[in-house]
């Protein structure tokens, strides 16, 4: 987290607002900033929600023709209904290059790195896919992958692929620069950490990334390069989406993953359904689901094969009127299987594979960064990281991470779908928590601290303590080692008639005592604010989006002007 000054702060509403018309001039385009009247229009129900298609990103790829890649990358971007029966390799190509219009050749020598030649066969099936996720699903079965090369696509071998950079430079002054400061360290720190973690040349993959005068020089595979620009967008619309939308659109988590297909295949999940097709094979239950759900399903075969599972094997499920989700994953439980929507479809693999397909996702958080000179990531990160999935996060050993990014007032979380439903429904929480005037807990009850201030009288002529003075009291008297500058978090400072206290209720309790000894009492604003229940319940999770997270009881009571 960049130190340099708070985001949060009133003399830096002014640049943050300024930053939007950055954004402008960086690219964004006139629908997502200006309405007809020169005014950012806010969103609304019956306002289109912002996508990542509106917002525009700068970038030139470095060392090819370009005109001759993008005709081909953009070929994969078609659907076709595709269909391959025991089809050879040379086949396959043979099909993909007359759709796509795209010479497709064989790279022998990797193909032979994977035991594979151009008459191994294939099988699959894919209704009104993309080129790019079917060949994925589809030649990943074997170990292989589409590289896109000038002019023509390439089948080879997944680790040839995954050698293959392409250098990309990106425009993006706005996401480094900040008043009087550039922090391209952050960003880069944030890329790596959730796009493709292992291929960077930090943790011994092939990807480099370098900062210069507002951009990104960087060097990766086709496929990551994609999931980068995708953060990117994300960052720049999670800037525009705080400060131009209004209400809970400004907390609205931004999905760069999330397309139309994957929001219909997530809807079909979230209804109730019957599987009740009793003792069948697997192959069987494939296809009655699908059905029954009316979602496209596939198949990891190479995952299902690593516990023992093939097309023969029985799958017994009696699931009445319960969620498609929890239904599947019922079934699927007890021979170590999970389903994850990953592309276009929905896929059944083992749970070991299920828990590394992640997604990336932002959420602003502003108004839960607390209420010091800098906004607080850190008990907010330690709050989810401690209470959702534990074990998935990366500190745990987990493939799970998750970063601040200042500029955005927004963490950018990379995990699997479950984790993030969970994260998402506790940031919805906190924030109703918060709408609702309560003060918001972070990092469990032990760290929650509320602000009082207490104001200092007329002393009619008496002699009287300075406010600094008493300061020294009540940080001598009440819990010395809690207090900021001896080892603790609590706040105090005297400022002209008045001392401010940022403390656990309890401290809060203990020093309003202290103070009244001496005719100084809590501001009335300040007397009725709610503190949460201890703790969180012992199941997290569940359809409900409010409550069951924190509890609201009275607040412990401090002494206050007599009347």
Same mark, same amino acid.
Request: aromatic share 6%; glycine share 6%; proline share 4%.
């Given at each position: 987290m960049n130190s340099r000054g708070s985001v949060l702060r009133p003399r830096r509403r002014a640049w943050l607002s300024a930053l939007i018309f950055v954004t402008l001039a960086a690219g964004v385009p006139e629908k997502?900033?200006?309405?007809?009247?020169? =005014?950012?229009?806010?969103?609304?129900?019956?306002?289109?929600?912002?996508?990542?298609?509106?917002? +525009?990103?700068?970038?030139?790829?470095?060392?090819?023709?370009? !005109?001759?890649?993008?005709?081909?990358d953009k070929a994969l =971007?078609?659907?076709?209904?595709?269909?391959?029966?025991? =089809?050879?390799?040379?086949?396959?190509?043979?099909?993909?290059?007359?759709?796509?219009?795209?010479?497709?050749?064989? !790279?022998?020598?990797?193909?032979?790195?994977?035991? $594979?030649? +151009? *008459?191994?066969? @294939?099988?699959?099936?894919?209704?009104?896919?993309?080129?790019?996720?079917?060949?994925?699903?589809?030649l990943g079965q074997h170990e292989l992958a589409v590289v896109v090369k000038e002019g023509r696509l390439s089948i080879t071998s997944r680790v040839t692929a995954e050698s293959t950079l392409i250098n990309t430079m990106y425009d993006v002054p706005d996401l480094i620069y900040g008043p009087g400061y550039e922090d391209e360290d952050s960003l880069i720190d944030l890329i790596t950490t959730t796009v493709a973690a292992? !291929?960077?040349?930090?943790?011994?993959?092939?990807?480099?990334?370098?900062?210069?005068?507002?951009?990104?020089?960087?060097?990766?595979?086709?496929?990551?390069?994609?999931?980068?620009?995708?953060?990117?967008?994300?960052?720049?619309?999670?800037?525009?989406?705080?400060?131009?939308?209004?209400?809970? $659109?400004?907390?609205? +988590?931004?999905? +760069?993953?999330?397309?139309?297909?994957?929001? *219909?295949?997530?809807?079909? @999940?979230?209804?109730?359904?019957? @599987?009740s097709f009793g003792d069948v094979s697997f192959a069987e239950f494939v296809e009655l689901a699908a059905q029954t759900l009316r979602v496209p399903?596939?198949?990891?075969?190479?995952?299902?094969? !690593?516990?023992?599972? =093939?097309?023969?094997?029985?799958?017994?499920?009696?699931?009445?009127?319960?969620?498609?989700?929890?239904?599947?994953?019922?079934?699927?439980?007890?021979?170590?299987?999970?389903?994850?929507v990953e592309d276009e479809w929905l896929l059944i693999t083992n749970k070991t594979v299920a828990e590394t397909c992640l997604v990336t996702r932002l959420y602003p958080v502003a108004e839960l960064l607390g209420d010091g000179p800098e906004p607080d990531f850190a008990r907010l990160i330690e709050t989810i990281t401690t209470t959702v999935a534990p074990s998935s996060w990366e500190d745990a050993g987990g493939p799970g991470s998750i970063k601040e990014y200042e500029k955005s007032l927004c963490l950018v979380v990379s995990n699997t779908e479950d984790v993030h439903e969970q994260v998402e429904s506790l940031l919805a929480t906190l924030q109703s928590s918060h709408a609702a005037g309560g003060a918001m807990p972070l990092a469990g009850l032990g760290d929650f601290r509320a602000m009082r201030t207490y104001k200092m009288p007329?002393?009619?002529?008496?002699?009287?303590?300075?406010?600094?003075?008493?300061?020294?009291?009540?940080?001598?008297?009440?819990?010395?080692?809690?207090?900021e500058g001896k080892g603790g978090m609590g706040y105090v400072q005297a400022l002209t008639g008045t001392i401010v206290i940022h403390h656990r209720p309890e401290i809060q309790a203990a020093a309003a005592e202290v103070l009244a000894k001496f005719g100084v009492y809590a501001e009335p604003d300040f007397n009725q604010r709610p503190w949460p229940w201890e703790g969180f319940g012992e199941e997290f999770g569940g359809e409900s989006r409010g409550g069951g997270f924190f509890e609201v009881t009275p607040t412990v009571d401090v002494p206050t002007q007599p009347r």
């Open positions: 997502l900033l200006t309405s007809g009247e020169g =005014d950012l229009p806010p969103q609304t129900p019956a306002r289109r929600a912002w996508t990542l298609d509106d917002v +525009p990103l700068r970038f030139w790829r470095l060392g090819v023709d370009v !005109d001759a890649y993008e005709r081909v =971007d078609q659907s076709a209904d595709l269909s391959f029966e025991s =089809d050879s390799l040379s086949l396959v190509a043979e099909k993909v290059g007359a759709i796509c219009k795209v010479p497709v050749t064989l !790279d022998r020598s990797g193909l032979a790195d994977v035991g $594979a030649t +151009p *008459a191994t066969r @294939l099988n699959g099936r894919y209704q009104r896919a993309s080129l790019r996720s079917a060949l994925r699903h589809l292992a !291929d960077w040349e930090y943790a011994g993959g092939a990807g480099s990334i370098k900062a210069f005068h507002g951009r990104l020089i960087i060097s990766t595979t086709e496929d990551n390069q994609r999931d980068v620009r995708a953060v990117l967008k994300a960052l720049r619309l999670a800037l525009v989406q705080q400060f131009a939308a209004t209400g809970a $659109a400004r907390f609205a +988590p931004v999905k +760069p993953d999330m397309t139309s297909t994957r929001l *219909a295949i997530k809807d079909r @999940l979230s209804q109730r359904v019957d @599987l399903i596939q198949v990891d075969f190479k995952a299902l094969k !690593d516990v023992g599972i =093939d097309g023969e094997t029985r799958i017994v499920s009696r699931i009445v009127g319960a969620r498609a989700k929890v239904a599947l994953e019922e079934a699927l439980d007890a021979h170590q299987l999970a389903c994850v007329d002393w009619d002529g008496r002699p009287r303590p300075s406010a600094s003075e008493l300061v020294r009291v009540v940080t001598d008297l009440v819990e010395p080692t809690s207090w």
